[in-house]
Structures are given as structure tokens and as C-alpha cells.
């Protein structure tokens, strides 16, 4: 009788130690793939159907979606507070200037709420949007769980401080990301959202004018011709991010990398004799390995310290927390 009462004491005490960690988990183990199977079941369908409709009326919106999600999560978690409006915002620091893509998540919002008002986040849609984005630019898929409430606050000194530069080096991007708990790895791989897109001249004319970048000549030559080299001419003019296939989800980014046809600076380092060439080189070698750390790594990023249960609110307007 002793034994089996040592093993029941053995076995309360292991279920007190697991409700103790679950206390001390971090928000995402709240989130849950059937959040909304009864308060909003048409919520996957209404927002697949929205950003598919906006990517076919223009390919780079796919672009847009992913770096939103991305610019949101890095800067108090995924909170959708990138979203909100007016002076001191996210939105307005100069970190993300040229962040665009707000209308077709306003649109979005519109359409859920026809559905089922004031139950799905702006949060929650933002992180569903992209992985819907990145499906309709022949990308990878991934499994979102859902749960995030949107944050009433947003503030533009946090961006201007956590968001990575465009001309980073290769130690700076690893650190910004490790401070988001992402692996070097994970890194290269969010990266490689860079195979669609458009940054401006003015994220990339310091490399196409240092003569001692690592960049590609006959590159460098046709993007001098849309970069003046003084600003601000010609600051807005846009070139691919992927010059090869720059509206279809493939690894030609990391060949581009290969053949130093990095856009950015923070690109190019990531194939230039340092530890992440090997890792450029795998997605080279092997599409399918990158589309999977992708996927993953997306997921990863997509639940960083979400708001969750009774933390936040649930926005009517993506744009305002009143």
C-alpha cells in the first residue's frame, strides 16, 4: 500500500510541477488552431479569399503582407500594433517608411467583420494574411494558430530601436534576430522573403556606390541607372528584390546572393565568406529544404509574445485602438 501511495504522491506532484510551468509558458502555448471553429468558422476562408483577390489585382501586395507581419512581430510582438494610426506610431517612425500594404489588411478587417464582428484580431489577420500571401505567389504553406488580441498602444522609438536596417551587417543581423529568440538559421531563411518584393533607391544606393561592396558589376551598372547618387533624386524609385523571378515565391533569391546580386547590404552578407554561406548554398541546392525552414521559421515569428486571453483588445478598425 506504501508503494502505490509513494507512486500517487509521485504522480500529484508531477501534475502540480506541469500546472506551475503552463502558469509560467509563454503566451503562444494559448494559441490554438480552432480558436475560431465556433465563434467565427468562415474566418479562414473570408481572409484566403480577401488577400487572394488583392495579390491577383497586384502581385506585390504578396511582399507587402509577409514584411507587415514581420514588421509588426519584431516590435512588441505580434500585437498588430504596426496598425495603429497617428503621431508617435509605429506606423510613422522613420523605421517604417515605405511600409505599405495597411489597405489591403484594412479590407481585410472589413470583411470579417461583415461576417462576425468584433470577434477576429487584427493581429490574427495579420499573421493569416501572410501565410495566405505567401501561398498565392506559389510559396509555402504553414498551420497558423490563432488566439492574438491587438494591442491598445504603439510606439515609434521601439521600431526606430528593434527593427534590422537594410544595411546591416552580418553580426547585427544575427543579434537583432537572437534578441527575437530566432536562430541564425531562421534568419537566412525569413530572408529569403526577399525572392519577392521592391525596395526604394534610397534603401540601396549606399552599396551600388561603395566601390568596396561585394556587388556584381553589370548589377551594379543597371541599378546606378535608377539611383542617382544624390539624394533625394530618385529616392522612390523601385527596384526587385529578386530580379530574376520577383512576383513567384523560389529560391532565385539565394542564387542571386551566389552571383552577388544582393539588393541590399543586409542581403549580400548572407553569402560573403562568413559562417551563412553554407546555409545560402543548401537553399541553392535544395528549393524544398528552404520552403520548409520558411514555413517553420514564419510560424516561429508569428508567435512572438502574442497578447492572448483577457490582454488586449479586439479592434473593430485595424487603424485605432478607441
Not at 15 to 28: D, T
Not at 43 to 49: D, N, P, R, Y
Not at 114 to 140: H, K, T, W
Not at 229 to 240: I, K, R, V
Request: charged share 15%; hydrophobic share 40%.
Amino acid at each position: 500500500m506504501g508503494y502505490y501511495k509513494s507512486i500517487r504522491t509521485t504522480l500529484v506532484s508531477i501534475f502540480i510541477l506541469l500546472i506551475s510551468l503552463n502558469h509560467f509558458m509563454p503566451c503562444k502555448a494559448q494559441l490554438s488552431t480552432t480558436f475560431y471553429d465556433t465563434t467565427c468558422p468562415n474566418a479562414l476562408s473570408t481572409i484566403q479569399t480577401s488577400v487572394s483577390s488583392a495579390v491577383s489585382d497586384n502581385p506585390r501586395n504578396a511582399a507587402l503582407l509577409i514584411r507587415l507581419l514581420f514588421h509588426d512581430c519584431f516590435v512588441q510582438g505580434c500585437d498588430a500594433s504596426l496598425l495603429l494610426s497617428g503621431t508617435g506610431s509605429e506606423r510613422e517612425s522613420a523605421a517604417n517608411v515605405g511600409v505599405l500594404g495597411y489597405n489591403v489588411i484594412d479590407d481585410v478587417k472589413t470583411a470579417i467583420e461583415g461576417v462576425c464582428p468584433g470577434v477576429v484580431s487584427c493581429a490574427d489577420i495579420l499573421a493569416v494574411a501572410a501565410r495566405d500571401a505567401s501561398v498565392a505567389v506559389n510559396g509555402p504553406s504553414w498551420t497558423v494558430r490563432l488566439g492574438r488580441r491587438d494591442s491598445t498602444g504603439s510606439d515609434a522609438t521601439a521600431a526606430a530601436n528593434e527593427l534590422p536596417r537594410g544595411n546591416f551587417n552580418l553580426g547585427q543581423l544575427i543579434s537583432n534576430f537572437d534578441n527575437k529568440g530566432l536562430s541564425t538559421r531562421e534568419m537566412v531563411a525569413l530572408s529569403g522573403s526577399h525572392t519577392i518584393g521592391q525596395a526604394r533607391c534610397i534603401r540601396f544606393r549606399d552599396r551600388i556606390y561603395d566601390n568596396t561592396s561585394n556587388i556584381d558589376a553589370a548589377f551594379r551598372s543597371s541599378l546606378q541607372a535608377n539611383c542617382p547618387p544624390t539624394a533625394p533624386t530618385g529616392d522612390g524609385n523601385l527596384e526587385p528584390l529578386d530580379l530574376v523571378t520577383p512576383n513567384t515565391f523560389d529560391n532565385n533569391y539565394f542564387r542571386n546572393l551566389q552571383s552577388s546580386r544582393g539588393l541590399l547590404t543586409s542581403d549580400q552578407v548572407l553569402f560573403n565568406g562568413d559562417s551563412t554561406d553554407s546555409i545560402v548554398n543548401e537553399y541553392v541546392d535544395n528549393p524544398s529544404m528552404f520552403d520548409a525552414d520558411f514555413a517553420a521559421a514564419m510560424v516561429k515569428m508569428s508567435e512572438i509574445t502574442p497578447l492572448t486571453g483577457t490582454q488586449g483588445i479586439i479592434r473593430t478598425v485595424c487603424s485605432s485602438a478607441s
